[in-house]
């Protein structure tokens, strides 16, 4: 039986992501990495599963809000902060990381493969800061 942790993600964010769905994005957002990064290379499965996925999100929606845990450090802002200025480390500030949101600063997001890694992991991430706080 699931316990939901109240509502961590936005219907609305991920149809803002969506727009960009060809390359993955709304699907790392839900936590799905493994078929944003299939999305990314293939873009969407050839726009395919990127049109499907217009009628997916609600229940992705739901199943993320089922699965991380809600807290201070807002899921929507981090991946916002990561999608548009992921190489300026400024998700990772936010998330009271300064010490490698200074280093992804100076780096660009690690030479761009720390930013690779925080789409993999970001609401783990931001799941585990939420639980320090509890």
Same mark, same amino acid.
């Given at each position: 039986?699931?316990v939901?942790?109240?509502n961590?993600?936005?219907?609305v964010m991920?149809?803002?992501?969506?727009i960009f769905?060809?390359l993955?994005?709304?699907r790392?957002? $839900?936590?799905?990495?493994v078929?944003?990064? #299939?999305?990314?290379?293939?873009? !969407?499965l050839? /726009?395919i599963?990127?049109i499907?996925d217009?009628?997916?999100i609600p229940?992705?929606?739901r199943?993320?809000?089922m699965?991380?845990?809600e807290?201070?450090?807002n899921y929507?802002v981090?991946w916002l902060?990561?999608?548009f200025?992921g190489i300026?480390g400024?998700?990772?500030? $936010?998330?009271?990381?300064?010490i490698t949101? #200074?280093?992804?600063l100076?780096? !660009?997001?690690l /030479?761009f493969?720390g930013?690779l890694?925080?789409f993999w992991?970001l609401?783990e991430?931001?799941?585990?800061?939420?639980?320090?706080?509890?």
């Amino acid at each position: 039986m699931s316990v939901q942790n109240g509502n961590t993600h936005s219907v609305v964010m991920g149809y803002l992501l969506w727009i960009f769905g060809f390359l993955g994005a709304h699907r790392f957002y $839900y936590g799905k990495p493994v078929t944003g990064t #299939i999305w990314f290379f293939t873009l !969407g499965l050839f /726009f395919i599963g990127w049109i499907i996925d217009l009628f997916l999100i609600p229940g992705m929606d739901r199943e993320a809000d089922m699965r991380y845990q809600e807290g201070p450090v807002n899921y929507s802002v981090s991946w916002l902060l990561l999608t548009f200025l992921g190489i300026f480390g400024l998700h990772r500030m $936010y998330m009271g990381k300064w010490i490698t949101g #200074i280093i992804y600063l100076f780096t !660009g997001g690690l /030479f761009f493969l720390g930013v690779l890694y925080d789409f993999w992991t970001l609401n783990e991430q931001v799941t585990i800061k939420n639980n320090e706080r509890l």
